[in-house]
């Protein structure tokens, strides 16, 4: 009998903890964490925050905005109803409810740290303030001022610094955020998103005449969706529309004269913003994501269900519209449609993070370094992470280390600082063998100089040069040097077989070739922006090849019909010996930015231009010489062979997708012959 109740009891308690184990992983599931890799893609990343408490017993109806007070205090504008509740977070029970006979649509709310509220009502067009009393103390109605004009006064968010300036987001404002004393006068407009125009508006611009432009709708800026202003006085903004957000200004934190001070780039449309007691900056997007952002704008990362949704499921939203964060670093947000509260426990990965930077951002260099490998024990390759060792170790000092974090994590800019550095202190370290070897080189060669003035050293070289220019295929090869430095004598060679070969101008071509392979592969890391690994050999190959074989097809069709004198073979070898500075070029360039930091990238597009400029000049001077055209003449046949290979292109690339559309329609009716061949057996 023991055995049998022992029995029971086991199968019972295996059944309780299947059932939990579901429940949690259904929870956990609900919602999926995405973060930035080094590559820049976003990828699916532990989990930061998870499903805690839903509440739906609040009875809210349409509620707009939420917003936290002291102890926690929750306090949500519940619009519908024209109340504003305080729901209580640690006891999960209704504190009170505020009721005023002006509310019309109390829909954005701002409490202060001595707990006055702040309501912004757009169909009353006013701002009711509340002491901690509840009392209303002040109702602040449209601006009597002139530089405010005409201009609709309906706030439906809002906004306050601790001198009780408030800013206001109100309907239909195009001019920006609504700034007010805190007795009610217009200050101005603190910000504006910027207007952005399509492909048709901007040719529109260029092209239309004065009186047609009249007839054309005004292009306006899209208004804020939300503002929020931290104890510090510093004003965050978000906005919504895929303009705003393909223009990477969705999220913003403005300094004191209204610009934005992040490079906070973000394809979502944004909803709501808020700032926890470190910085970190939460926004909400239209489409049911919850965004983190780290005080400079840095996305540590972003989760949700990533959709929206009628079903009741933890993560899931209709209309994602308000956020905000409690003293413990919950989050709270708030389902307008559904009329439901949903909050979100951090994960010890997520904390590990903010304690990093919390560190870090107080100078505790060492205590960051621990919290940050810390955070690698949770994912190994969080880009965050490594930059924040990279950070770490920076003004630690240790560059090498410093330098190995950047290039794990990507990041360019700081790998070139680091590498500065680096660089830096090797040459103080070696600044003295620097010395003694230039000093033996220019000794070296001023003792080159007596002696082959004595014995005839230069002339000896020189034959030897002369001999190898006479090898047969060598020769050939190294005459587009002599092309380089000499190249309207030396293209009337060619023209008429004097010098150089069809052999010499294909080995310039396959050294070209090679060139611009190492160059596209092989460059230091601050320059090289693509990898190896996410290359397309095929196209950068094929691409090299078509267009260099194109130039010298389209061309000589071109010139074939405008008596020029120069054959294909001709064309071929001059567009292959004029090749030779740029090949030079792209290889100088790929060895000298492996030494080379951010700061002097300026010295490689300059040696680019100089390399390409000399290459184009060469093919210019070329093609006229061997063709027998004037400037003009060069000129006109330049301008068509580029518009014929244009054409080739767009008719290669036709021709690609009829035969791509091909090729499904035999497999299409090779699969139905199969199928009805098959039914009949």
């Known amino acids: 009998m023991t055995v049998c109740a022992d029995m029971k009891r086991l199968t019972v308690f295996l059944l309780i903890f299947t ?20 590559k820049g893609w976003f990828v699916p990343t532990q989990d930061g925050y998870l499903p805690d408490r839903n509440i739906t017993t609040l009875d809210l109806d349409k509620p707009e905005n939420i917003a936290f007070g002291k102890n926690d205090m929750l306090y949500i504008a519940d619009t519908g109803n024209r109340r504003i509740v305080l729901f209580d977070t640690n006891s999960g029970k209704v504190s009170r409810e505020i009721r005023h006979a002006g509310f019309r649509s109390p829909r954005g709310i701002f409490v202060t740290e001595d707990e006055t509220l702040y309501v912004a009502d757009s169909s009353a067009a006013s701002v009711f303030i509340f002491n901690a009393s509840d009392e209303c103390v002040k109702t602040v109605t449209s601006p009597n001022s002139i530089a405010f004009g005409d201009t609709q006064f309906a706030p439906y968010r809002i906004g306050v610094d601790p001198r009780g300036n408030m800013y206001i987001i109100g309907e239909g404002v195009y001019s920006g955020i609504i700034h007010l004393s805190n007795e009610g006068e217009f200050l101005g407009f603190f910000a504006s998103n910027k207007t952005t125009m399509t492909i048709v508006q901007l040719l529109q611009k260029w092209f239309f005449t004065d009186r047609q432009k009249e007839g054309l709708q005004d292009r306006l800026p899209l208004t804020f969706s939300n503002v929020f202003v931290d104890p510090r006085g510093i004003v965050y903004s978000v906005s919504m529309g895929r303009d705003v957000a393909r223009e990477g200004q969705a999220l913003k934190k403005h300094d004191m004269a209204g610009r934005n001070m992040l490079e906070a780039w973000t394809t979502m449309s944004l909803t709501d913003v808020t700032v926890d007691r470190y910085g970190n900056i939460f926004s909400t997007s239209t489409q049911g994501w919850i965004q983190v952002n780290a005080s400079d704008g840095v996305e540590i990362f972003f989760f949700g269900a990533g959709h929206l949704s009628a079903e009741d499921i933890a993560g899931w939203y209709s209309n994602l519209v308000s956020i905000a964060v409690s003293s413990q670093g919950h989050i709270w947000t708030l389902d307008s449609e559904k009329a439901f509260l949903q909050s979100y426990t951090p994960t010890e990965y997520t904390q590990s993070i903010y304690r990093a930077q919390r560190f870090f951002n107080e100078g505790y260099y060492i205590q960051a370094e621990e919290e940050w490998n810390n955070v690698l024990r949770f994912n190994q390759m969080s880009i965050l992470a490594h930059n924040g060792l990279g950070k770490a170790y920076l003004y630690q000092e240790e560059y090498e280390k410093a330098r190995y ?27 003295s063998y620097i010395l003694i070897a230039i000093i033996i080189f220019f000794t070296g060669i001023f003792i080159f100089n007596r002696i082959s003035r004595r014995y005839a050293l230069n002339t000896f070289i020189r034959e030897g040069v002369n001999s190898l220019k006479n090898l047969k295929y060598l020769g050939t090869s190294l005459f587009s040097f002599s092309v380089a430095r000499h190249p309207i004598d030396n293209f009337e060679s060619l023209k008429y077989n004097l010098k150089g070969s069809f052999a010499g101008a294909t080995v310039n071509f396959a050294f070209f070739f090679i060139a611009f392979l190492v160059y596209q592969t092989s460059k230091g890391f601050i320059v090289q922006s693509v990898e190896i690994e996410d290359m ?33 073979i001709d064309i071929f070898k001059l567009v292959s010996y004029s090749a030779l500075p740029l090949s030079v070029t792209l290889l100088a360039v790929t060895v000298i930015s492996h030494v080379l930091t951010e700061n002097e990238i300026l010295l490689l597009n300059l040696m680019m231009f100089a390399g390409i400029a000399w290459s184009v000049s060469l093919l210019w001077l070329g093609l006229q010489e061997v063709h027998g055209y004037s400037f003009t003449d060069t000129f006109k046949s330049v301008i068509f062979t580029v518009l014929f290979m244009l054409i080739a292109l767009i008719v290669l690339f036709n021709m690609t997708i009829l035969f791509d559309q091909f090729v499904q329609f035999v497999e299409a009716i090779v699969r139905e012959a199969y199928a009805y061949i098959t039914k009949m057996y």
């Open 19 to 38: 059932l939990f184990s579901s429940m949690s992983y259904a929870q956990q599931s609900t919602i999926v964490n995405f973060a930035e890799n080094r």
């Open 536 to 568: 397309d050999f095929n196209v950068i190959i094929g691409g090299f090849l078509g267009i260099y074989l194109l130039f010298v097809i389209c061309n000589y069709l071109v010139t074939s019909i405008n008596d020029g004198e120069g054959s294909f």
């Open 405 to 431: 974090e950047f290039y794990v994590a990507g990041n360019r800019e700081y790998y070139s600082q680091a590498y500065w550095e680096t660089r830096n202190n090797w040459l103080l370290g070696n600044i």
